[in-house]
């Protein structure tokens, strides 16, 4: 199984700031990688997939690059919405795995 | 729209058994592939299963290591429902259960979620 670690777990930030979240593969993914956002009692919202690829009617703030390994989401201008916790999730091999999550709290 | 809605989920006891039900709506079911994601209470997102999609009887199925061999995933594709059959169920089965669409095929990223239903095991 591909091992995907995000990082960091958690960050304080505030509205206006640009943040960026990290993902690593334990191996390759190629481009094979989805983020999502999730809120509290809510299902995950697909964000970004095949990792740069804007999902239909997310804003332009949210981006994603990488390949192989290494991936990033970057958010350009936290808005207060966007305080959620944010997972990627490779879809390269079976089974499909997720990171564990990075929690983007108000400062 | 698209809309998947989840139901079945409740109070278990360990060993017990549960069959979780997941109706689309606003697109073509058969045409897509789906699975079945869940959280356990505040964890992260783990994949259990996934069917493929197409016309036809001959639906290929996966499964997570840890639930091979007790849960089935099976698809109506008349009603538009997917399912998720659990047996043998575990307290580590508790979570809550998600259906999620494929953007095409199952192992594609997942672009549509169910609101989740809960499934507590415990006695």
């Known amino acids: 199984d591909i091992q995907m670690a995000q990082s960091p777990s958690s960050l304080s930030a505030s509205v206006g700031d640009r943040v960026t979240i990290t993902c690593r593969a334990s191996?390759?993914?190629?481009?094979?990688l989805n983020w999502y956002q999730q809120k509290p009692g809510k299902a995950p919202k697909l964000l970004i997939y095949?990792?740069?690829s804007l999902r239909s009617g997310v804003p332009s703030r949210f981006s994603g690059s990488g390949s192989g390994t290494d991936f990033t989401l970057t958010i350009t201008s936290l808005q207060p919405e966007d305080f959620a916790t944010y997972y990627c999730?490779?879809?390269?091999?079976?089974?499909?795995?997720f990171g564990g999550g990075t929690k983007v709290e108000i400062k | 729209e698209a809309e998947l809605l989840e139901s079945g989920g409740g109070l278990v006891q360990p060993g017990g058994s549960l069959r979780l039900s997941c109706a689309a709506s606003?697109?073509?079911?058969?045409?897509?592939?789906m699975s079945w994601v869940r959280q356990a209470p505040g964890k992260g997102l783990q994949w259990v299963a996934a069917?493929?999609?197409?016309?036809?009887?001959?639906?290929?199925?996966y499964y997570e290591a840890s639930v091979k061999g007790r849960f089935t995933i099976s698809r109506d594709n008349s009603r538009k429902t997917l399912f998720l059959q659990m047996t043998r169920l575990t307290a580590d089965d508790t979570a809550v259960y998600f259906c999620?669409?494929?953007?095409?095929?199952?192992?594609?990223?997942?672009?549509?979620w169910g609101q989740g239903t809960l499934v507590s095991v415990s006695s």
């Open positions: 999620a669409k494929g953007v095409d095929r199952w192992e594609d990223a997942f672009d549509i």
């Open positions: 606003g697109f073509t079911f058969d045409s897509y592939g």
């Open positions: 191996q390759s993914a190629s481009t094979s």
């Open positions: 095949a990792a740069s």
């Open positions: 999730q490779q879809s390269y091999s079976t089974p499909p795995t």
């Open positions: 069917i493929s999609g197409g016309a036809g009887d001959s639906a290929n199925t």
